[in-house]
């Protein structure tokens, strides 16, 4: 006996596939007019006159012979369709962007999807809850990197190996997607703190940050605070515009540098706060 020859074909797997659930579909109608005959048969021996017991009861076995010979091609037919369960559904992943501090979800932060070859392929957005989720991804390996962090957070820096070997089994940096967490840190706040010399806390105290691209301007209240929230890195210069009633206000300019790695520096020390003193302006009775 000769060997078979199986010459290559150059039907893609997805053309593969259709074809065999369309020939699945094919025998499913087949076997619903085999059915269908086979019912109809069954009436038309009932509706004879001189029909016998003898000769029904053949009939019934026939009739029962051919369904469960159509039971067992639909058992083997539900097997095959089983066989492209994985491939007729998309693999998706999911993993969950968090605050650093807080470890709340954090909606907005974009990520991609790069190939070997470092090209881009899919982008996905963390919903409100952080959940970030990737859909119909092909089997292979990937990494994934942050494109754009939640307003108000650093970037959260690093290129994570992804790999994707089946529906169930698709890995960030070696453990389970679904047990991965991307975390970012917010921005810093600035403090400023107002106070006499005897170190009281004063009210009143204007104070402006001009930065980049926006100029800000605070007011400390009674326990002689003022926080300029989630400042974005870059370069700033702190000034005190107005003093307390009563002070003489503090004229020197201070730099503040917030860093984009994190961190914040105030007349180069790093600090997230600083504080200013008032003087009381001398009056008469204080040379008397």
Do not use: C, W
């Amino acid at each position: 006996m000769s060997i078979p020859i199986i010459e290559s074909s150059e039907i893609q797997r997805e053309q593969s596939v259709t074809d065999i659930i369309l020939s699945v579909a094919l025998e499913q109608t087949a076997l619903s007019h085999i059915l269908n005959a086979e019912g109809e048969k069954l009436q038309a021996f009932i509706a004879m006159p001189d029909i016998t017991a003898a000769q029904l009861l053949a009939v019934n076995r026939s009739v029962k012979s051919m369904v469960d010979a159509v039971s067992k091609l639909e058992t083997h037919l539900h097997s095959k369709l089983n066989l492209f369960e994985t491939v007729l559904q998309p693999i998706s992943f999911s993993f969950l962007k968090l605050d650093t501090s807080t470890g709340r979800g954090l909606g907005g932060a974009v990520f991609a999807l790069l190939d070997l070859e470092g090209e881009q392929i899919a982008t996905a957005t963390s919903r409100p809850d952080g959940r970030v989720t990737f859909f119909n991804v092909d089997k292979g390996n990937y990494t994934l990197t942050e494109l754009q962090a939640p307003t108000g957070y650093y970037y959260g820096l690093g290129m994570f190996p992804v790999q994707v070997i089946s529906r169930n089994n698709i890995t960030i940096i070696g453990q389970p997607a679904a047990d991965f967490r991307a975390y970012n840190t917010p921005y810093s706040d600035l403090t400023v703190l107002k106070v006499d010399d005897v170190g009281q806390p004063l009210a009143g105290g204007v104070f402006q940050l001009v930065g980049p691209d926006s100029t800000l301007t605070l007011t400390t209240g009674t326990d002689g605070t003022a926080v300029f929230p989630r400042l974005e890195p870059g370069t700033y210069e702190l000034t005190e515009t107005q003093p307390p009633s009563g002070f003489q206000g503090d004229t020197t300019p201070h730099t503040v540098e917030v860093q984009y790695g994190g961190g914040m520096l105030i007349d180069d020390v790093e600090a997230t706060s600083l504080t200013v003193t008032n003087t009381p302006i001398a009056t008469v009775a204080d040379f008397e």
